[in-house]
């Protein structure tokens, strides 16, 4: 069984920053983040596949948050610029065999989720 660790989630105001971090027990071809906001759906945030050759993000967050790997390619980070009110949500890194594309970034092919972590934003 994979293993994700996610965590960096936290409280900061409108305008702030927070970086998200990922460690998996093993790696997965497509790694990123979902999340959930507060009454609303799981939605997609972003994915990185392929040793960066593919990667994926939501219209809501494109020149906001940039999502890279580490070094090793069990470890991913999604760093978050800018923070919006409507950022927050229940954060959950995810790992999937499948492409990291916005048809294929969908839990139909998560196989390993994190515990989550809440990223909460003031306005």
């Known amino acids: 069984q994979v293993r994700l660790m996610d965590s960096g989630g936290g409280s900061v105001q409108d305008g702030g920053s927070l970086r998200l971090t990922c460690v998996a027990s093993?790696?997965?071809?497509?790694m990123g983040w979902f999340r959930q906001p507060p009454g609303k759906p799981r939605e997609a945030v972003a994915c990185?596949?392929?040793?960066?050759?593919?990667?994926y993000y939501a219209d809501s967050v494109k020149g906001r948050f940039t999502i890279s790997q580490g070094d090793a390619e069990n470890t991913v980070y999604l760093q978050m610029n800018d923070l919006k009110p409507e950022d927050t949500a229940f954060y959950l890194c995810?790992?999937?065999?499948?492409?990291?594309?916005?048809?294929?970034?969908?839990?139909?092919?998560?196989?390993?989720w994190g515990q989550g972590t809440q990223v909460t934003v003031s306005s």
């Open positions: 995810a790992g999937s065999q499948g492409y990291c594309s916005e048809e294929h970034w969908t839990g139909r092919f998560v196989d390993s």
């Open positions: 093993a790696s997965r071809y497509s």
């Open positions: 990185v596949a392929g040793r960066g050759g593919e990667g």
